[in-house]
């Protein structure tokens, strides 16, 4: 069976704090994507990064770092310095090589960066 | 870049009264849609898979008589709540792979309040 446990229900940060948010997966493919998803009060989803299977390769955008470990099954997403825009619930997902493309979703972590 | 316009944003019926939500992917063609449904606070379910020229495969748990999927062309999905209920008041969103799966686009997503 598939999983995605994002163990962080809300988190609350001052400004300028660095945050990370947690996400532990299961699945026993060996051919899978992970991927974060950022959901703004006004619902859409603001896809943030998708990684494979096969790439442990962290990566870095701007404020934001992934920490992929296959090891734990873990896909740890940082915000730095965090500002009030990135106030939002994050979403990690999973989607198997096979799936046909479909998401397995994690329960979310409310983010508030207050100012 | 690709988008996939979902209709309408929002919607307010009375119970009883059946809603069609339409997604359309604007520059791709799409052979394959998700459909997902968020309660308040809650994670993104996945409902059903909507196979254009073919019948939508449905989740364990997913009434396929009630929500009805249909997708007659490569660029359109529909999902009708049919006799709605307050219990079906939901966001509603609907997903669109671009080929190969490399990257998936979510539309804004509907709310719906049954009354």
């Known amino acids: 069976a598939q999983k995605v446990t994002q163990a962080q229900t809300e988190i609350s940060v001052v400004e300028k704090e660095d945050v990370t948010l947690d996400c532990v997966y299961e699945t026993r493919d060996t051919t899978y994507y992970l991927f974060w998803y950022k959901q703004p009060p006004s619902g859409e989803l603001v896809f943030l990064i998708r990684?494979?299977?096969?790439?442990?390769q962290n990566e870095i955008s701007g404020r934001y770092s992934w920490n992929f470990q296959k090891s734990t099954s873990s896909f740890n997403f940082t915000i730095t310095a965090s500002q009030v825009v990135d106030s939002a619930v994050y979403f990690c997902?999973?989607?198997?090589?096979?799936?046909?493309?479909?998401?397995?979703f994690g329960k979310g972590t409310s983010l508030l960066v207050t100012p | 870049g690709a988008v996939v316009s979902q209709h309408p944003s929002w919607v307010i019926c009375k119970s009883g009264t059946s809603v069609k939500i339409e997604c359309r992917s604007l520059?791709?063609?799409?052979?394959?849609m998700f459909w997902y449904r968020q309660f308040p606070k809650q994670s993104l379910m996945l409902m059903a898979t909507?196979?254009?020229?073919?019948?939508?495969?449905?989740e364990q748990g997913v009434e396929k008589d009630k929500f009805l999927i249909n997708h007659a062309s490569l660029t359109l999905s529909t999902l009708t709540v049919t006799s709605a209920h307050p219990e079906d008041s939901s966001f509603y969103i609907c997903?669109?792979?671009?080929?190969?799966?490399?990257?998936?686009?979510f539309g804004s997503g509907t709310q719906l309040s049954v009354l």
């Open positions: 997902a999973l989607m198997l090589g096979g799936s046909g493309y479909a998401l397995n």
């Open positions: 520059d791709f063609q799409a052979t394959t």
């Open positions: 997903s669109a792979p671009l080929v190969g799966g490399e990257k998936l686009f």
């Open positions: 909507s196979n254009e020229g073919s019948k939508a495969t449905y």
């Open positions: 990684r494979n299977s096969f790439d442990e």
